[in-house]
């Protein structure tokens, strides 16, 4: 497949019509995103718009299309549609993920997780006094996992919801997913498949050592905590949508 390139010349004649994009102030003048690849290319999209996000029109031009669902070669007549209105938008949800670290560099912070609708926006406070890193927020369209990392030994996890403690996760991991990230990671862990339609969020054991623990289905409002156990021997690693890394200590 062949596309074309503008060249300098073409570039320079409409250069007062080219701007830089700042993603922390101009996301609002955006109408839509044209994403050409595959999902890991529309989940990089996702990440740069961690307030309100525009509509994506996005053509599968990578190894895997499953949220790449226009075929590239009639974009023409796609386009034409979107642009006379004849394409219905369909909304997907978006997990709030929140590090948030304690004053004491002992590890003392926690991991919560919302969900949100994707056209919210995310509001972050930060105090004055405390650290920058005291609280760090993440948007996923498809999952958010606390995983071992590198290391040999296995996770100790604490699950609240709602500040209610539910159980505790020893194995290689959690995956906790949206419904559109039901049939990525979470499917191949082996939890069920959620319709993008349905207001909820997965939550999914990686290989636990348990013969009781099942991926399960909860309500989407409700707040996630995850916390590294006092008795871990290790520290935990957390990913967003397989980026953004970030270490997570004992009582994290």
């Given at each position: 497949?062949?596309?074309?390139?503008?060249?300098?010349?073409?570039?320079?004649?409409?250069?007062?019509?080219?701007?830089?994009?700042?993603?922390?102030?101009?996301?609002?003048?955006?109408?839509?995103?044209?994403?050409?690849?595959?999902?890991?290319?529309?989940?990089?999209?996702?990440?740069?718009?961690?307030?309100?996000?525009?509509?994506?029109?996005?053509?599968?031009?990578?190894?895997?299309?499953?949220?790449?669902?226009?075929?590239?070669?009639?974009?023409?007549?796609?386009?034409?549609?979107?642009?006379?209105?004849?394409?219905?938008?369909?909304?997907?949800?978006?997990?709030?993920?929140?590090?948030?670290?304690?004053?004491?560099?002992?590890?003392?912070?926690?991991?919560?997780?919302?969900?949100?609708?994707?056209?919210?926006?995310?509001?972050?406070?930060?105090?004055?006094?405390?650290?920058?890193?005291?609280?760090?927020?993440?948007?996923?369209?498809?999952?958010?996992?606390?995983?071992?990392?590198?290391?040999?030994?296995?996770?100790?996890?604490?699950?609240?919801?709602?500040?209610?403690?539910?159980?505790?996760?020893?194995?290689?991991?959690?995956?906790?997913?949206?419904?559109?990230?039901?049939?990525?990671?979470?499917?191949?862990?082996?939890?069920?498949?959620?319709?993008?339609?349905?207001?909820?969020?997965v939550i999914c054991p990686i290989c636990p050592h348990s013969l009781s623990f099942r991926p399960i289905v909860v309500p989407a409002g409700?707040?996630?905590?995850?916390?590294?156990?006092?008795?871990?021997?290790?520290?935990?690693?957390?990913?967003?949508?397989?980026?953004?890394?970030?270490?997570?200590?004992?009582?994290?």
């Amino acid at each position: 497949m062949h596309l074309p390139f503008a060249t300098d010349v073409e570039l320079k004649e409409h250069a007062e019509r080219c701007h830089a994009f700042d993603h922390e102030n101009d996301f609002f003048k955006i109408d839509l995103i044209i994403c050409m690849g595959g999902d890991g290319t529309l989940l990089h999209v996702s990440s740069i718009f961690q307030k309100s996000c525009p509509p994506v029109l996005s053509f599968s031009m990578g190894s895997l299309g499953f949220l790449t669902p226009f075929d590239f070669k009639y974009h023409e007549k796609i386009l034409n549609e979107v642009i006379a209105g004849n394409v219905a938008v369909l909304l997907r949800t978006r997990l709030k993920c929140s590090i948030v670290k304690g004053l004491k560099r002992q590890s003392s912070s926690s991991a919560s997780l919302l969900s949100t609708s994707s056209d919210d926006t995310t509001n972050e406070e930060t105090n004055k006094n405390s650290n920058k890193d005291d609280k760090i927020s993440h948007l996923a369209l498809n999952e958010v996992v606390i995983d071992r990392g590198p290391n040999s030994y296995l996770s100790n996890l604490d699950l609240y919801i709602n500040d209610r403690f539910i159980t505790k996760v020893q194995g290689d991991g959690l995956i906790v997913s949206t419904p559109s990230g039901s049939t990525a990671y979470a499917m191949a862990a082996g939890s069920s498949m959620v319709h993008p339609n349905v207001p909820a969020m997965v939550i999914c054991p990686i290989c636990p050592h348990s013969l009781s623990f099942r991926p399960i289905v909860v309500p989407a409002g409700i707040e996630l905590k995850v916390k590294v156990s006092e008795d871990t021997r290790l520290t935990a690693w957390l990913s967003v949508d397989g980026r953004n890394r970030h270490e997570l200590h004992r009582q994290d």
